[in-house]
């Protein structure tokens, strides 16, 4: 068993090679914030360090500014020293920096197969789960923004320690998950580790009547007071940095940039509806918003990843673990919705909190939870409501039929993936789960 699932673990990081291919053997460069933000970050300090200099200044922008201060430079994150390694006439590989960029995606699904594994030791669930997460777009579609994904890789990792902290009751587990909370902090996006914070908590208190209010509180302490720690060294320097700067400055309207408008829940059965941007162009057709959302809102997980989420739910009363994650979505969504839903205000008033803009961030908690769902989907649920689950499905479907395609993108070609995944299920085809759903989330990516 521990050498099949070695062999899982490696295939991880080979299921990405396809959809980067062209990137990994040079033929193109990836754009927008990892050719402007990404790499000439990660040259200086590539560079720097193989001089045996730690770079504390920026002289070459804006007349010069604290560079350690500046928390997306990841100065502390191990990842970024390894660079140094590729640096070649006085310059950092720009394909070696790339190849960074697969290895967190290759992470992602590492990650989540560890973390569904020790939630069901059930291996196909699982890889499934991990594969539906580790390509999902609100994950995948941030290749363009490295800083932002390296951070958002750990968190199934986040969830792995702490539940193995509760169940076995030792602290160890908990500390282990804070140094990786602090590592991913490090890693130079420090929001989507701290929106995990309450998920995290939330996650600790559900398992307080079977393992102890006391003892689930005080190990989710454990684990946040470690990764405070190993983060502080960033984390300091760059609050003062931040005093300086438009964020001490900013409101509510400004932590509502990027809310997200109910219409586009429609990106859950038909991811390019409202356009499709890549390097070579695109625009969004909705007016206010720029081509930026396309990833900042995008929340397609696969069509089959939608089907099994819905029938873990026949599960309710018997999986406690539908019940957590199922009762998360609705709640992800809509504080996603920021100044359309209203109760994000509530997580405005939180410390820190405040300091972040864009509540549709929030849905790639909600594709996490998708991910965890579909996983126990899997082996289908209750017999009376498999088929109900499936209809209406199917109905959601057909309602979205009529739409014309205003992102250039027919909506048939997604029904036609609705109809196979019903398929698939229906007939318990369990082994074209994962083919098909790599061929969904590829084809939408």
Not at 34 to 50: D, I, K, T
Not at 162 to 187: D, Q, T
Not at 199 to 214: M, R, S
Request: glycine residues 10%.
């Amino acid at each position: 068993m521990k050498g099949k699932k070695a062999l899982l673990i490696l295939s991880f990081f080979l299921l990405p090679l396809p959809l980067y291919f062209p990137v990994l053997t040079g033929k193109t460069f990836l754009w927008d914030d990892a050719r402007e933000l990404f790499y000439p970050q990660r040259n200086f300090v590539a560079v720097s360090m193989r001089h045996g200099e730690l770079p504390l200044w920026q002289p070459y922008l804006l007349g010069g500014y604290p560079f350690l201060h500046d928390i997306q430079t990841a100065l502390f994150y191990p990842v970024t020293w390894l660079l140094t390694l590729f640096v070649r006439d006085g310059k950092l590989s720009p394909i070696a920096a790339e190849y960074t960029v697969v290895f967190h995606i290759s992470l992602a699904g590492i990650f989540m197969f560890l973390f569904l594994f020790y939630l069901t030791r059930k291996t196909f669930p699982s890889y499934l789960g991990a594969v539906s997460f580790m390509f999902t777009s609100q994950l995948i579609l941030r290749s363009v923004q490295p800083v932002v994904m390296n951070s958002m890789v750990y968190l199934p990792l986040y969830f792995y320690f702490l539940l193995r902290s509760i169940r076995e009751g030792k602290p160890l587990f908990a500390c282990a998950g804070g140094i990786i909370w602090g590592i991913s902090v490090l890693a130079g996006y420090p929001q989507f580790p701290m929106m995990a914070v309450l998920f995290l908590l939330a996650f600790a208190l559900y398992h307080g009547k079977d393992y102890g209010w006391k003892r689930v509180i005080l190990l989710w302490g454990i684990f946040m007071v470690v990764g405070a720690g190993i983060s502080a060294i960033q984390v300091l320097p760059t609050y003062e940095f931040s005093l300086y700067t438009t964020r001490a400055a900013w409101n509510y309207e400004a932590a509502c940039e990027n809310s997200l408008r109910p219409v586009r829940f429609l990106t859950l059965f038909m991811p390019h509806y409202f356009g499709k941007v890549t390097g070579q162009g695109g625009r969004i057709l909705i007016p206010g918003e720029g081509y930026w959302t396309y990833w900042e809102k995008g929340m397609y997980s696969g069509i089959l990843t939608l089907l099994l989420a819905l029938l873990s739910l026949g599960r309710w009363k018997k999986e406690r673990y539908v019940r957590f994650f199922g009762a998360s979505l609705p709640v992800l969504a809509w504080i996603g919705m920021g100044k359309y839903g209203g109760i994000y205000y509530l997580l405005y008033l939180v410390p820190f909190l405040h300091r972040f803009r864009g509540p549709s961030k929030y849905m790639f908690f909600f594709a996490f939870s998708l991910s965890v769902l579909a996983a126990l989907g899997v082996d289908g649920g209750g017999k009376k409501k498999k088929t109900g689950w499936l209809v209406f499905a199917g109905v959601l479907f057909l309602i979205t039929l009529p739409f014309s395609p205003a992102g250039g993108v027919p909506p048939f070609i997604f029904l036609i993936f609705a109809v196979i995944s019903w398929l698939l299920v229906e007939r318990k085809l369990k082994f074209l789960f994962i083919p098909f759903l790599l061929f969904d989330l590829f084809y939408a990516s």
